[in-house]
């Protein structure tokens, strides 16, 4: 009697644990489809119409299309990108979260004491593009070439150039152009290539240094004029518009670049089929087409490549800031 009581225990026993194991198997799969079923958000640090909103935004729906979710681009503006940085940074390291940098990420540490660590809070995903500077003014600046500019500039120093922030590239290139010509072009920091376009076209700024896809339209529609460019070659589109160094100034450069990096501890495996979507989307023909015609060099780098890349451009900059003791202030 007492054994068949206890037979019959241990059974009631074995049965519960089975439903329990399947009751866990259960939730455990529907996490999991939940975790991937989530949006994919892509955190730009500029508002929209700058060269890193129009790069992610190009992507966009073919990634959401080899993912098989949705892929969300969402605009934090402010502080030279470290709003945005300092957001995803503190995510939740899932892979759900990216940030898509822009060269501040490189420069911020130089700038000033930053709330994340550029080199310890992030894991590099992909190395996307880089792309030269166009050197855009206003139509009412004279001159229809960089040397004629400076020229003109040198007669009277009341120009200014819209930058997308303190320590951004087009900021650190333009004084390395002012520094080369000993002309004086007052700075004046924007939040990004869409209010730095903004204040160009309205006239508020004389020039600015952005992306050919940031303001082809300005010079297709003649509000905006070209007068140099910072690659070492001209652009296809802009034949008729010389690299600075063809300028004067031989051996300058500046490229912008654009990567994506996840919050640091990500799983690599996570981290390793984030790499392989980016490059795949960006190896597509089309998508490669549209942003080659906007003046970008399609790069498709992994996330090793975005992290040299990263640590290869602060100690160039810092080097230089270094050497010419050029105070970065807000």
Known sequence: MQNTFLIKTRNIRRELIGISCLLLSLSLANFVYAQSDKPLTLVVPFPPGGST??????????????????????????????????????????????LVSFDNHAINPIVKKLPYDTFKDFTGVALLVRFPLVIAA???????????????????????????????LNHLAMEDLKRRSGVDVLHVPYGGGGPAIAAVVGNIASLTLLS???????????????????????????????????????????????????????????????????????????????????????????????????????????????????????
């Not at 500019?149 to 009277?156: G, N, T, V, W, Y």
């Open 138 to 168: 206003n139509p009412s600046v004279p001159g229809s070439n960089l040397s004629s500019f400076l020229e003109a500039a040198r007669k009277s120093p009341n120009f200014s150039y819209a930058s997308t922030g303190v320590g951004s």
């Open 212 to 330: 050919y896809a940031a303001v082809k339209g300005q010079i297709a529609a003649d509000k905006m004029k070209p007068l140099a460019v910072t690659g070492l070659k001209r652009l296809p589109d802009l034949p008729n518009t010389p690299t600075v160094a063809e300028s004067g100034f031989p051996g300058f450069e500046a490229y912008s670049w654009i990567g994506v990096f996840a919050p640091a501890g990500t799983p690599s495996n996570t981290v390793s089929k984030l790499t392989a979507d980016f490059q795949a989307v960006l190896n597509d023909a089309e998508i490669k087409t549209k942003l080659t015609q906007g003046g970008f060099e399609v790069l498709a780098g992994d996330g090793p490549s975005a992290e040299r890349y990263t640590k290869q451009e602060f100690d160039r900059w810092s080097q230089f800031v270094k050497t010419t003791k050029l105070k970065l202030e807000d």
């Open 53 to 98: 909103d129009i790069t992610a935004r190009t992507i966009q729906t073919k990634l959401s299309e080899r993912i098989g979710r949705p892929v969300v681009v969402e605009n934090r503006p402010g502080a030279a990108s470290q709003i945005a940085t300092q957001f995803v940074a503190r995510a939740n390291p899932d892979g759900n979260t990216l």
